[in-house]
């Protein structure tokens, strides 16, 4: 899945490919009943810790197969290079870390798991795409982030963090409904809620504290 569009667009995209089909419009918004945390909840230390950054990408917590069997979607993986450079973004907005490519003290492992359900997400695309006249679907997307910081010698870990939006994908033209922002920034922001909530762990726990004091 190209992260700039949601998995249920790439499944209208692969379903939608019918004669008389208008394009497809993609609009999302967050999901409501995640709570939302702040980077003013997070305790801030004196200066942020200079770490490289590794990003690792999963689909229901095991790295993409390369393979595709007869009759199987094959779901692309996402632009690392942009994936990282959203990281580095969000962690920077945090102020606990810096994102540097040497004179770092440690390293921070990004795990992104995806955990949407493809299944239902294509079941959708293909129903939308038989269905005559204009319509809409909408489509859960989930996704689970966990960081772990090595640093001179010492290792902490953050509990797996869930996130998840909604993506709605129409024939022509969306609902008119106010929630409805471009995926990516709803992307971008379920992203950056996920690590703070990440942070968060690792500050009651007693881990960063744990790191930052060796």
């Not at 490289?52 to 229901?60: I, R």
């Not at 962690?91 to 870390?97: D, I, K, Q």
């Not at 959708?124 to 997307?141: C, F, P």
């Not at 609902?175 to 909530?197: G, S, T």
Request: proline share 5%; net charge neutral.
């Amino acid at each position: 899945m190209h992260i700039r569009k949601p998995l249920l667009a790439l499944a209208c995209i692969l379903t939608l490919a019918l004669p008389g089909c208008m394009s497809i419009s993609v609009g999302a918004y967050p999901d409501a009943a995640l709570p939302r945390a702040d980077v003013a909840d997070l305790a801030r230390s004196s200066a942020p810790m200079k770490l490289k950054l590794q990003v690792q990408w999963q689909l229901n917590g095991h790295a993409p197969s390369t393979e595709t069997g007869f009759m199987e979607v094959k779901i692309p993986s996402p632009d690392m290079n942009v994936l990282r450079q959203k990281f580095t973004e969000a962690f920077r907005r945090t102020g606990l870390v810096e994102i540097v490519q040497a004179g770092e003290s440690g390293t921070v492992m990004v795990t992104l798991n995806n955990v949407s359900d493809f299944g239902d997400a294509i079941d959708k695309g293909d129903q939308l795409g038989r269905r005559w006249g204009d319509g809409h679907v909408t489509n859960k997307e989930e996704y689970e982030l966990s960081l772990l910081i090595e640093q001179r010698g010492s290792v902490a870990e953050s509990s797996a963090v869930r996130g998840a939006y909604y993506s709605v994908v129409a024939k022509s033209k969306l609902p008119d409904d106010a929630r409805l922002r471009p995926p990516e920034l709803v992307f971008d922001d379920m992203l950056q809620q996920m690590l703070i909530k990440c942070l968060l762990d690792m500050q009651r726990n007693g881990k960063l504290a744990g790191l930052a004091s060796r």
